[in-house]
């Protein structure tokens, strides 16, 4: 756990900017809103909010809320924000120790732990200012103490579990497809008829009423301001769609070029692969197998966001680990590693080559992931001069391709442009609701026709700053 702890403390106080900003300057702004602005969990504001109240039907903003009590007693800093992921993300790997030493033995369960403490995006995200961390935490210590209940019948462990998927469930709903494994350990406590057993009926009641009232909930903020996170847009933005489907491109995008590559690293999808072959010797190393079938149903429920973003495949890195992990268990054993070499040589050599890749690979591959945390980046200069010429009410375009991350870095609120949208119906609509200031980064515009626009907008507005990486026009 320390081990877990120090790796994911690199470049913890850089700004929330780089990889994946999008995902977490949403977040990141409504932590800061929620010490700014309100401080109420149930009406959580973003920054693109135009001339809004700001309100957003989003998920269940726990994490954020949690930020904005640390910037309560600190002030606000983006450091506090990855430092509660990195704490939710060493919990998650103790609760993975813990319930594969109770599921199946415990030298599996420390290598358990290992391996999803070295995989790239796990240390990359486990890091970063998102909920990912704090949803993980939950499924796994919810699938812990619903595993101790069917044992134990125990109404406290029956409680936490119910709380903890709950919760789960509402920082992200994809959560949901926990169902899956949890219907596999029902049937083995109460068999085929567990759906007219009254107590999984209090458990689903315990789960989905709070679930359901957030989101009916979130839904209302949504009509009443128009903005959404896209929730329910079923076949317009992240589920729903059928075309991937039906493309081997998708398969090959998901399955070899996130989950093999930038997830697992090659060495470790190899040994995983060989770790499903591995038999199964108790009814509850199965598990695994369900919640590695629940997470493939929701990729395929939701191809078009697992397409977009790599973050959705991270659930997939606690079944996967434990199969990579049942492969070291099997053939090194620490405690007599001379003799398991002696009996089985071939396999150890290929399993240290293996893990040396893993390490290896996954240190370049966030290495990689890094190099664009650079407290030099044009948004930063963008940020600085904003602050001289601005006042903190005034409203910003930023041209960005829908990304919110500009907005949050120069601490603005307005709206989040494309470099198409440039024109002057969508100028005046947006002056008209308060928008003074337009900006964004130079390499944003890249056809003529775009470059037509900017010079357009220049010669009808004042031009503040106009460089090679960045530009800023007050709208006249």
């Not at 599996?108 to 961390?133: C, D, H, K, Q």
């Not at 989905?208 to 317009?236: C, E, M, N």
């Not at 009996?343 to 080559?353: E, F, W």
């Not at 119906?425 to 337009?438: D, N, P, T």
């Amino acid at each position: 756990m320390l081990f877990s702890l120090l790796i994911r403390l690199y470049n913890i106080t850089f700004p929330v900017a780089g990889w994946h900003a999008w995902r977490q300057a949403d977040t990141a702004s409504i932590a800061r809103n929620f010490f700014t602005e309100e401080s109420d969990i149930f009406y959580p504001r973003i920054d693109w909010r135009g001339d809004t109240e700001g309100y957003a039907e989003t998920e269940f903003q726990i994490y954020p809320f949690i930020v904005s009590g640390l910037y309560n007693l600190f002030g606000v800093n983006e450091f506090f924000g990855r430092l509660i992921s990195v704490f939710f993300s060493v919990l998650t790997v103790f609760g993975i120790y813990l319930l594969v030493r109770k599921t199946i033995d415990e030298r599996t369960a420390l290598w358990s732990a290992f391996i999803y403490s070295v995989l790239p995006l796990n240390i990359f995200f486990g890091r970063a200012f998102m909920p990912e961390p704090a949803m993980l935490m939950c499924s796994v210590y919810g699938i812990y103490f619903f595993v101790k209940w069917t044992e134990n019948d125990s109404r406290r462990d029956f409680i936490l579990s119910a709380f903890f998927i709950a919760m789960a469930a509402l920082i992200k709903l994809p959560a949901l497809y926990l169902g899956l494994p949890l219907a596999y350990l029902c049937y083995k406590k109460y068999g085929r008829t567990f759906l007219k057993t009254p107590v999984i009926w209090i458990y689903v009641l315990l789960v989905f009423i709070p679930v359901a009232a957030w989101y009916y909930h979130a839904h209302q903020l949504y009509l009443r301001t128009g903005l959404t996170f896209s929730i329910w847009d079923a076949g317009k933005d992240k589920w729903g769609m059928t075309e991937p489907l039906f493309t081997l491109k998708f398969y090959n995008d998901i399955f070899f070029k996130s989950i093999a590559e930038r997830h697992l690293t090659y060495p470790a999808f190899i040994v995983f692969i060989w770790g499903m072959l591995i038999k199964r010797k108790q009814y509850l190393e199965h598990l695994f197998d369900w919640w590695l079938a629940g997470i493939i149903v929701f990729i395929l429920i939701a191809p078009q966001a697992h397409l977009a973003q790599e973050y959705y495949q991270l659930p997939f890195n606690i079944s996967a680990s434990v199969f990579i992990a049942k492969v070291f268990s099997k053939y090194i054993k620490s405690d007599e590693l001379r003799d398991s070499f002696k009996k089985n040589t071939l396999a150890v050599t290929v399993l240290s080559v293996c893990l040396s890749g893993i390490i290896v690979l996954s240190f370049l591959r966030v290495r990689n992931f890094m190099k664009s945390e650079d407290l030099n980046a044009p948004v930063f200069k963008i940020a600085a001069v904003v602050d001289s010429v601005s006042g903190p009410g005034d409203k910003f375009i930023t041209v960005t391709e829908g990304n919110p991350a500009m907005l949050y870095i120069i601490k603005r609120k307005g709206w989040v442009s494309f470099p198409d949208d440039n024109n002057d119906v969508f100028i005046s609509a947006k002056k008209s609701g308060g928008a003074k200031f337009i900006t964004g980064e130079k390499s944003i515009i890249k056809t003529d026709a775009q470059r037509n626009s900017f010079e357009s907008l220049k010669r009808k507005n004042e031009v503040i700053t106009d460089n090679d990486e960045y530009f800023l026009i007050k709208l006249k």
